[in-house]
């Protein structure tokens, strides 16, 4: 078998078949982790980027109550796989804050918390503006939706711990090989690359953001959009506590959002969609200035702290907001997950490869008639449009 992609769909996906007794190579054009697995805000967050209400008007309350339980799943899964293989990325179950950034969405987080309550079974708690203090130091938010079961890693130190679990379970990982053709064969692979023709049975192409020509059908229904995040210096000790005194991973109401935690080194992590664009260096620069000057809005005792990083990375976005997984012109995939990807696609990623291995799977996110997004080819002309579009929701709900 041949999974293309070393980030966690693909890594999760290969140790799965080699411990169902495949042979299995990995292809990855760059360095493991690479793509958005190493560079991402480490934030395990319960839920799928639709919100609960969205997601029941969609999809209706039993399905919405299905697919809402699968992304507790997959969390639960995920604390398994780092348990079970002692993946040493500091992962704590920390919970999540959900800041209003206008009085009318605490409003909403009113109802979102009766909806999950009475649909979904689960408990989060409001905390109002009076006392978002003891929860996180701004004023610049009208109260908080707090979310116990939600939790932090180190995303780069567990992709390293995901593949040498992988490697341990028998995958061989080819870094610096890129994929560049797949043809079939007599009912099997002949897959392309920068360093010579690999033959395979099954092919899985787990590329997500970063899907390129070599999977043109996959192309045609991710859509990349870039995300961008910029790094505190090492604040001091007393500092870094006071921000988010229970060490809470945070994100804002907003469809533009910020998302933001402290790491184990005392730097705040602060990022968004600050440039509705692909990452470029001059994007990214751009997205560091926005990001520094939110930054110091929401915390504006950070206002002369100096900002020791920034980058930016791809999040794959479907047209329906899930994620989806299966098979596409007689390969596998997974992906789509919307920037919510670590537990999902760690999840998605070993569910699609016991199909793989002959498991008779029937489930809500493995989906073999993946529709392709009208008039797209995979260069997202439409992104300033839609751009648009959600700074003018943000401006007016
Ligand atoms: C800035 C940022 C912040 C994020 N924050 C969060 C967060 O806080 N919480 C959360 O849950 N999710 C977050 N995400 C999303 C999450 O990181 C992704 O959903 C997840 O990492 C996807 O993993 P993956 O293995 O599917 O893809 P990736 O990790 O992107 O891996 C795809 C790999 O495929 C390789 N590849 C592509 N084409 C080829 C080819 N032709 N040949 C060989 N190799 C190829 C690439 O080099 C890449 O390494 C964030 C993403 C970004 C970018």
Redesign the pocket.
Known sequence: MAV???????LAASRQLARAGASVVV????RV?????S???????TGLKLDPSTLVTRVGPSRARELFDISLESIATLEALIAGEAIECEYERTGHIEAASKRSHFDAFRQQQRLLGRLFEHRVELVSRAEQRREIASDAYYGLLVDERSAALN?AQYVRGLNAAAVRAGVVVAER????RLSRKSARWAIETSCGVVDARDVLI???????G?APALQRRLVPIG???IATEPLPVSVAATLLPRRRVAFDSKHFLH?FRVTRDARLLF?GRAEFAQPTPGATRRAAAILRRDLAKVFPQLAATRIEYAW?????FTRDQLPHGGRLDETYY??G?C???????TYL?ALVARRMAGEPIEHPLLNDRFPAIPLYRGKPWFLPVVGAYYTLRDWID
């Open positions: 293309i992609g070393a980030g966690y769909t693909g292809l990855e054009r760059e982790g690479w793509g958005a697995s560079r991402n805000g480490g934030q395990v967050v995303p090989t890129a994929v560049e787990a590329t997500n953001g970063y899907t390129d070599a995300s961008y995040v998302y990022g930016s990375g791809n999040v794959a997974a992906g997950y920037g919510h990807g670590i537990a999902m696609a990623g």
